[in-house]
């Protein structure tokens, strides 16, 4: 079992680009969450999603960011128009229908 | 301001030593989690406690719920280098689907 995979481990994205982060859930797993690390702060809940469903989004900023798990593949957090304050680690966390989340690797996202 | 209260913000000890660390919430839990983080990583579960008055013992780590569900402690005996990281408590509060964080404890092990 490979666990949670999030890719890539680190991306550098300028001021202005998208940036598209993936989550493969564990093996088994039909819920996936993304939270967010800003530097200094601690880890923040963004959405939970459900295979073709986002089921609580309370946590998303309300603009440049969305998220979505398709039928097929793996969960895409997709930021448009990065600015620096986007600089943090994303972390994905996947668990089964009765909860237990095992969290991957994150993604270490810095906008220069 | 933070939901899960932990403490404390940081803590040194002397390799060998004992260390707790706590967490409390203002309202009852639905269900409470540990984590270790070392700097720059991932998420590594330690426990997970959904009763009241649960305690879970791994190798030298011994977490427990209290009655109320509102305050989990975090214990480490005969402390070791490879114990040093980022402790976090995680909650859910209403019912599972959105875990809440503490800002985590951060573990010096000193020779």
């Known amino acids: 079992n490979a666990g949670v995979m999030q890719n890539p481990r680190h991306l550098v994205r300028r001021r202005g680009q998208e940036a598209r982060l993936r989550c493969s859930p564990m093996k088994g797993h039909s819920h996936v969450y993304w939270y967010r690390q800003l530097p200094e702060e601690g880890l923040k809940f963004m959405v939970y999603?459900?295979?073709?469903?986002?089921?609580?989004e309370s946590g998303m900023p309300k603009e440049r960011f969305s998220a979505e798990f398709p039928k097929e593949g793996p969960s895409i957090l997709r930021i448009q128009q990065v600015v620096r304050g986007d600089s943090a680690a994303y972390f994905c966390a996947s668990s089964p229908r009765d909860g237990g989340y095992t969290f991957g690797s994150g993604t270490r996202l810095t906008v220069v | 301001s933070q939901e899960l209260e932990q403490s404390p913000q940081s803590l040194i000890v002397q390799e060998g030593k004992n260390l707790t660390i706590n967490c409390t919430s203002s309202k009852t839990l639905y269900g409470l989690y540990w984590y270790k983080q070392k700097y720059g990583e991932g998420l590594i579960f330690l426990m997970m406690?959904?009763?009241?008055?649960e305690e879970k013992s791994h190798e030298k780590i011994t977490a427990k719920l209290d009655e109320k569900k509102q305050q989990s402690s975090l214990h480490i005996t005969a402390s070791q280098p490879s114990h040093a990281g980022i402790y976090l408590c995680g909650a859910d509060r209403d019912s599972w689907g959105k875990l809440q964080f503490g800002a985590g404890t951060q573990v010096v092990v000193t020779p």
């Open positions: 406690l959904q009763k009241g008055g």
């Open positions: 999603l459900q295979k073709e469903n986002i089921i609580d």
